[in-house]
């Protein structure tokens, strides 16, 4: 893949909206050999205002305008997942680096139409899974590849989640919970940080069934689903996501198993974690987030991108795997 050894990475972002206002794009001006030199979106005065209010020199209103951009030498596309392959395509066209959001597409399919673009063009291609360089997810892959808990024999996810905050604002508007934008409901939006995650502590999933429904028929995404998978080191896992439950009900939880003891964390409501080990007092960790989420991901693919190997975890091969994992689960909803 081509680097940029001795350069700065000049970012050039599409679809400057929600998650750029303080989770992605303002590390992009932070990071060492890094800047945010354009931003786009369709609506002209809403990237004009994000560029006035977070000093950014150019906006534009025309993806392609922005990629053809000569001091733009690196895209960030920020667009809900229905845009990403589209505008990697013209990216990687390009040949510029691609830093896509999650979920990667809507599909499987489209994930490795995206990689194989950007192989055939000789670009790396990242997407934007963070938590595998936050300090509290990274010290579970300390605890577990340190034997705390011994041998590893099963993981759980709950997500139960009461009517998500989105759907009391303007339903039709909520991309999130239309499969022909986001490729799936809540789901897709939020299991697949978890599963992405699981990924990375304990290598890919080689086998997995699941269910999925919809119950309260608000919208046409599953808002119930339920799986069983297995991971290639021959670790177990379950998980259980619900998007209607009660507010008594609402848990966020993350639960490793091993023959010595437990590790229990949240994924999204919290930064600690609880350690419990067989005759020991249990051990809570609190760890610090940066102020802006992705900031340390950011930092990986810069560092990648002006020499250092393999400094991102996050690329396109690794997050295809979590797209297929999550198309599996569903199938029985999609593929009615």
Not at 27 to 40: C, E, F, I, T, W
Not at 268 to 296: C, H, V
């Amino acid at each position: 893949m081509k680097k940029m050894e001795g350069k700065e990475v000049k970012w050039g972002v599409l679809g400057v909206g929600d998650v750029c206002e303080k989770k992605s794009a303002p590390a992009m001006q932070k990071v060492k050999g890094s800047s945010l030199v354009a931003v786009m979106r369709r609506d002209g005065k809403k990237a004009a205002d994000y560029a006035r209010r977070h000093g950014v020199p150019k906006w534009y209103d025309d993806a392609q305008k922005l990629i053809n951009d000569p001091e733009v030498n690196a895209i960030y596309i920020a667009t809900p997942p229905y845009a990403h392959l589209e505008l990697t395509k013209q990216a990687a066209a390009a040949g510029k680096p691609v830093y896509v959001e999650k979920p990667m597409a809507r599909n499987y399919q489209e994930c490795l139409e995206m990689i194989r673009v950007c192989q055939a063009a000789e670009v790396p291609l990242f997407v934007a899974y963070y938590r595998r360089t936050l300090p509290n997810f990274l010290k579970v892959k300390e605890l577990v590849e340190e034997g705390e808990i011994g041998e590893i024999r099963y993981v759980n996810i709950t997500i139960n989640q009461p009517r998500h905050p989105d759907m009391k604002e303007d339903k039709a508007a909520n991309w999130r919970i239309d499969p022909e934008v986001a490729g799936g409901g809540y789901f897709y939006d939020l299991g697949s940080h978890q599963l992405d995650y699981l990924d990375f502590l304990f290598g890919p999933i080689t086998e997995v069934n699941g269910i999925a429904g919809n119950q309260a028929g608000e919208y046409p995404a599953e808002d119930i689903v339920l799986a069983n998978f297995k991971f290639k080191s021959g670790v177990l896992g379950s998980g259980n996501w619900c998007f209607t439950t009660g507010e008594s009900s609402k848990k966020d939880e993350i639960k490793i198993i091993g023959t010595a003891g437990e590790i229990s964390f949240p994924c999204f409501w919290g930064t600690s974690l609880t350690l419990r080990k067989d005759g020991e007092e249990a051990q809570e960790f609190t760890f610090d987030m940066p102020e802006n989420i992705q900031y340390f991901l950011i930092q990986s693919i810069v560092e990648e991108l002006l020499g250092k190997e393999n400094a991102s975890p996050s690329t396109g091969e690794t997050a295809a795997r979590t797209n297929w994992v999550m198309e599996e689960i569903t199938k029985n909803y999609y593929n009615k």
